[in-house]
């Protein structure tokens, strides 16, 4: 049996890709909407939209008026005083005029119009290291260079499932179609994923794991058996047969641990520089 192992390092680049560590900020923008003067669009929650954001530390959230008539962004709840609760106020902004506040600390800010105080909105702000949704990814390329397979899941969480995602594609990242495959996935050496007989008539499919017991890496494995319907004979399948990839999914690292990791995988990579395990950005 062939089998291309990407191993940890792979995964934890793939992490890096995703790390606050190496990215900017998401900032947001809010659209005043047209006809928000009125009441009415408090109903469907549309006289700012989308009437609740949610951005990092250090992110920015810029208003514009697309109404016809004037309005405030102004924090706090109307039913606590229309003067607001002073952590931002915008003043009175024009039609087609823009309006942006910086957030630097976590929390909900709750936010209104001191002339239409039907129209309210909410601004969410997390710890920039708080992405709970980032998703290590790893992508491999099969010995003849016919497919690519992607592993993606959710960082590992304690007494939680995750979901593993496995596409194939060809190198033009078209999905590539009636693949049979199997995945495993463990935890510490507990077996936390098996599934045989696998198969991906879209190029794409997603499985999930029992409970975690950690938020340990997960060691997941790839069998690619070969392309074909499941109700034909194995032996007429074409394409990659027998391949293992292999990935491990690792928790989220700080900054300043992040940073040195980079700088070692890369090393590793100038050296693994011909290697047809790549790294997916």
Same mark, same amino acid.
């Given at each position: 049996?062939?089998?291309?192992?990407?191993?940890?390092?792979?995964?934890?680049?793939? /992490? $890096?890709?995703?790390?606050?560590?190496?990215? %900017? +900020? &998401?900032?947001? =923008?809010?659209?005043?909407?047209?006809?928000?003067? @009125?009441?009415?669009?408090?109903?469907?929650?549309?006289?700012?939209?989308?009437?609740?954001?949610?951005?990092?530390?250090?992110?920015?959230?810029?208003?514009?008026?697309?109404?016809?008539?004037?309005?405030?962004?102004?924090?706090?709840?109307?039913?606590?005083?229309?003067?607001?609760?002073?952590?931002?106020?915008?003043?009175?902004?024009?039609?087609?005029?823009?309006?942006?506040?910086?957030?630097?600390?976590?929390?909900?800010?709750?936010?209104?119009?001191?002339?239409?105080?039907?129209?309210?909105?909410? /601004? $969410?702000?997390?710890?920039?290291?708080?992405? %709970? +949704? &980032?998703?290590? =990814?790893?992508?491999?390329?099969?010995?003849?260079? @016919?497919?690519?397979?992607?592993?993606?899941?959710?960082?590992?969480?304690?007494?939680?499932?995750?979901?593993?995602?496995?596409?194939?594609?060809?190198?033009?990242?078209?999905?590539?179609?009636?693949?049979?495959?199997?995945?495993?996935?463990?935890?510490?050496?507990?077996?936390?994923?098996?599934?045989?007989?696998?198969?991906?008539?879209?190029?794409?499919?997603?499985?999930?794991?029992?409970?975690?017991?950690?938020?340990?890496?997960l060691d997941i494995q790839v069998k690619?058996?070969?392309?074909?319907?499941?109700?034909?004979?194995?032996?007429?399948?074409?394409?990659?047969?027998?391949?293992?990839?292999?990935?491990?999914?690792?928790?989220?690292?700080?900054?300043?641990?992040?940073?040195?990791?980079?700088?070692?995988?890369?090393?590793?990579?100038?050296?693994?520089?011909?290697?047809?395990?790549?790294?997916?950005?």
């Amino acid at each position: 049996m062939k089998t291309i192992m990407l191993g940890s390092i792979l995964a934890l680049f793939a /992490v $890096i890709a995703t790390s606050p560590a190496f990215a %900017d +900020h &998401a900032n947001a =923008d809010v659209s005043i909407a047209s006809g928000s003067s @009125s009441p009415g669009c408090e109903k469907t929650d549309e006289c700012y939209t989308p009437s609740e954001v949610t951005v990092d530390v250090g992110s920015e959230v810029t208003w514009t008026n697309d109404d016809s008539a004037s309005h405030t962004v102004t924090s706090g709840d109307p039913k606590k005083g229309l003067d607001g609760d002073g952590l931002f106020d915008s003043g009175l902004f024009f039609a087609g005029k823009s309006f942006s506040h910086k957030f630097d600390e976590e929390g909900e800010y709750t936010y209104f119009c001191q002339v239409h105080t039907w129209m309210k909105g909410k /601004v $969410i702000v997390q710890a920039a290291h708080g992405d %709970d +949704h &980032a998703v290590p =990814d790893a992508m491999v390329m099969t010995q003849d260079g @016919s497919m690519m397979a992607h592993i993606s899941t959710e960082p590992p969480a304690k007494g939680k499932e995750a979901i593993v995602s496995v596409e194939f594609t060809n190198p033009n990242e078209e999905p590539v179609e009636h693949v049979n495959f199997e995945v495993a996935a463990t935890q510490d050496g507990k077996q936390v994923l098996s599934a045989i007989g696998q198969h991906a008539h879209s190029g794409i499919t997603e499985l999930t794991t029992s409970a975690l017991d950690s938020d340990h890496p997960l060691d997941i494995q790839v069998k690619i058996l070969g392309i074909g319907l499941p109700t034909d004979d194995p032996a007429t399948w074409t394409g990659p047969k027998g391949e293992t990839v292999s990935a491990s999914v690792v928790p989220e690292f700080g900054p300043v641990a992040m940073i040195i990791l980079a700088s070692a995988i890369m090393g590793i990579i100038v050296i693994t520089a011909r290697s047809r395990v790549i790294p997916k950005l």
